[in-house]
């Protein structure tokens, strides 16, 4: 059986920690940003974790050798 390709979309969305769980980047911080609250603004920066539910869902359909 041929490998699974990991789909270049996740790739670049999301990232792995050690522990397996999964990281992203957060929404809202693109574009129309002067009609944004700033507290909205600041919680945009940097990563979460997803909840475990999305994080199964984006380890089996899209990172097919990210849990191992």
Do not use: W
Not at 4 to 23: C, D, E, I, Q
Not at 29 to 34: I, N, P, Q, V
């Amino acid at each position: 059986m041929p490998k699974m390709k990991t789909k270049s979309a996740a790739k670049k969305r999301f990232k792995l920690t050690g522990t397996g769980k999964v990281k992203a980047a957060a929404a809202n911080k693109r574009h129309c940003l002067s009609a944004k609250p700033q507290d909205m603004k600041r919680q945009a920066r940097g990563t979460f974790i997803l909840f475990k539910g999305d994080a199964e869902k984006v380890k089996t359909y899209y990172l097919p050798y990210g849990d191992k």
